[in-house]
């Protein structure tokens, strides 16, 4: 076994998920993940953790849903008990193919998601971390060889994460003192506002309401939202390639949207649920350690130089205890380039500028 | 897909497990038994039943077990509860190395399983059934062809079980009225007391109490065992050969065992729990579709011209409602050919002599 799994799987059970002995975690495994699995089974040995691995896959996922005549049981009763009883989830991406779902549609996804409610949101109550075994199939979809892409993925999992905290706790600090946010680039110019919410550093840690591995962007939730955004940066939505989407906000809701390619999908999830029209999550990429695309969001919306937007469900830790923020049945990251023509205000000072940001060097106020 | 993998999932869903809308459904996936999942998953979709997928890896389990301390939590609370929510429990088999968990001690095996026996028990609760997927590695441990081994089991497995189930019944009614099995072959002469036990006409589906598939045996729960037995038929336990063990009765427990090989395993079994040392099971097998020895206690205890006894736990449907029966955290199978010198009586009458039974041509009382 490559050395980086063993590394990989420590850091998510020590620094990610804070296993201790006794805790109930719920492994889920994907097809091309195995290696991962038996290297996270050994650290929960280890801390006598106990464990109990489940199967994703979007194989059979798409057979069940083909074959489902679509009027979906509400939270089956065995799923949602598992959850309730669950300390930690770890998710262990990692399929074969990542368009195995392209021929389920949005209307079947749509009322499966939406008869899960309960089942998502116990998922959401546990210590829950989503991380990714390089798998041959991510390499093709990031246009990579296999071995460069595990390379390209260990740097950007193992690294030194209590010092990237250390530097996204300034942009948490700006983010959490101001109350609107602008973005302005090529076909951007829009406003959100970020009264009494709270940003999270996230740090690749459920210590820091972080959720991810890897991470190294710094979120919080949005409302209000007013104007137009155009993402810019080309990824594959359920199957199928989205370019170029614009979405034009009125009241904090998508009163228009385009795209270049993909609308359809864009189409589908807006017409999820009444949530799936707002922003879920504003988010600032700061893991300078993902040096380029590679159609995957979890690395993507992480990378240094973007900016993303979430439709859909809202974040708790962002809100205030006595709000519950946007709520919806999916949340979809959706991606923008802010490394030229670009700048981010918070109440009209700019906090950054073409990717650089106002506590770095060469920041061009 | 080879139509008999959708084959095996139809008669899984529909012969064996019974599934209807809304029940809720755990199907265990070995790592290679994907292929039988995806069917499964249609065919669960198709019906309107809850799919939960678990993995279920010898090496994530080895893993697991290495680096445990041994002292393992007790029923874990969320995997109880999902079982404790569970109609229905498939198990795909299927993994890439039959002695995948062969370094693992027996000590740490049976601390984790008996520290697991209300998951077991919620598990057996359920109706469950187990089967496996055809795969490279079991075509190896039967030493044959991969494509070979395929034909093999499918043979085993798409049968006309109800024409099977009618004659089985004839074996079950002479257990049934009978109060004591005597068992005659080379090195073996073994008396059991069956009085007041049920036997299961095993024919592959959870209505006939039979929870394998392929089944085809007849088997009850034996008491006050006296004798001895030598199992001759060779099979890997716990990632060992064993072969030709020879155990000795008193009053229904093991005091005396040996072999020609892997005695230790016999003993870490046979030092698992009380309940370990005194047989669970006789079954008879009467499945003519299993024409040769795959060192696979799933198809060989079928066979016809086989014996077996389980070491261990005894299933509740063979007992009065009044009694609990033999309890243990293993149940443990081994195998005696019949075919020559051998009979079987039942209160003094042969009923099976040289593999024929009574009720069949050729029957030489």
């Known amino acids: 076994m490559d050395e980086r799994v063993r590394e990989h799987a420590a850091v998510l059970v020590d620094w990610s998920a804070r296993i201790e002995a006794g805790d109930n975690v719920v492994c889920s495994v994907g097809p091309?993940?195995?290696?991962?699995?038996?290297?996270?089974?050994?650290?929960?040995?280890?801390?006598?953790?106990?464990?109990?691995?489940?199967?994703?896959?979007?194989?059979?996922?798409?057979?069940?849903?083909?074959?489902h005549d679509g009027d979906f049981e509400t939270d089956p009763a065995h799923e949602l008990?598992?959850?309730?009883?669950?300390?930690?989830?770890?998710?262990?991406?990692?399929?074969?193919?990542?368009?195995?779902?392209?021929?389920?549609?949005?209307?079947?996804?749509?009322?499966?998601?939406?008869?899960?409610?309960?089942?998502?949101?116990?998922?959401?109550?546990?210590?829950?971390?989503?991380?990714?075994?390089?798998?041959?199939?991510?390499?093709?979809?990031?246009?990579?060889?296999?071995?460069?892409?595990?390379?390209?993925?260990?740097?950007?999992?193992?690294?030194?994460?209590?010092?990237?905290?250390?530097?996204?706790?300034?942009?948490?600090?700006?983010?959490d003192n101001g109350d609107e946010v602008r973005l302005v680039s090529e076909g951007t110019d829009l406003t959100m506002r970020i009264d009494d919410r709270t940003a999270v550093n996230s740090a690749a840690s459920v210590a820091y309401d972080s959720h991810n591995l890897p991470s190294g962007e710094v979120f919080t939730a949005p409302a209000a939202t007013e104007g137009a955004v155009t993402f810019d940066v080309?990824?594959?939505?359920?199957?199928?390639?989205?370019?170029?989407?614009?979405?034009?906000?009125?009241?904090?809701?998508?009163?228009?949207?385009?795209?270049?390619?993909?609308?359809?999908?864009?189409?589908?999830?807006?017409?999820t649920d009444e949530g799936a029209r707002r922003l879920g999550e504003l988010g600032i990429g700061m893991n300078r350690g993902i040096d380029r695309y590679t159609d995957n969001i979890l690395f993507d919306e992480k990378m240094g130089d973007t900016v993303h937007l979430a439709l859909g469900r809202a974040y708790d830790s962002c809100l205030p205890d006595d709000e519950?923020?946007?709520?919806?049945?999916?949340?979809?990251?959706?991606?923008?380039?802010?490394?030229?023509?670009?700048?981010?205000?918070?109440?009209?000072?700019?906090?950054?500028?073409?990717?650089?940001?106002?506590?770095?060097?060469?920041?061009?106020?």
Chains 1, 2 share one sequence.
């Open 234 to 271: 080309p990824m594959t939505l359920r199957g199928e390639t989205v370019r170029n989407v614009c979405l034009e906000f009125e009241a904090g809701e998508v009163v228009d949207y385009d795209a270049d390619q993909g609308a359809a999908v864009i189409g589908d999830i807006l017409e």
């Open 324 to 365: 519950s923020g946007n709520d919806s049945a999916v949340h979809v990251d959706l991606l923008t380039d802010v490394s030229e023509d670009s700048r981010l205000e918070i109440d009209g000072t700019v906090i950054q500028r073409n990717g650089t940001f106002r506590f770095e060097p060469g920041f061009d106020g």
């Open 32 to 67: 091309d993940a195995h290696e991962l699995a038996v290297a996270v089974a050994e650290e929960l040995g280890n801390r006598g953790a106990n464990l109990l691995a489940t199967y994703s896959s979007d194989e059979i996922t798409r057979a069940y849903l083909q074959a």
């Open 81 to 175: 008990a598992l959850l309730e009883n669950t300390d930690v989830y770890l998710s262990l991406g990692g399929g074969r193919n990542t368009s195995a779902t392209a021929d389920v549609s949005g209307e079947q996804r749509r009322s499966y998601n939406t008869a899960r409610r309960e089942i998502r949101e116990a998922r959401l109550d546990t210590r829950w971390v989503s991380t990714v075994h390089p798998t041959r199939s991510l390499a093709q979809q990031a246009n990579m060889a296999y071995e460069e892409y595990r390379d390209f993925a260990y740097d950007a999992i193992l690294r030194d994460w209590e010092s990237l905290a250390e530097e996204m706790a300034q942009l948490k600090a700006l983010l």
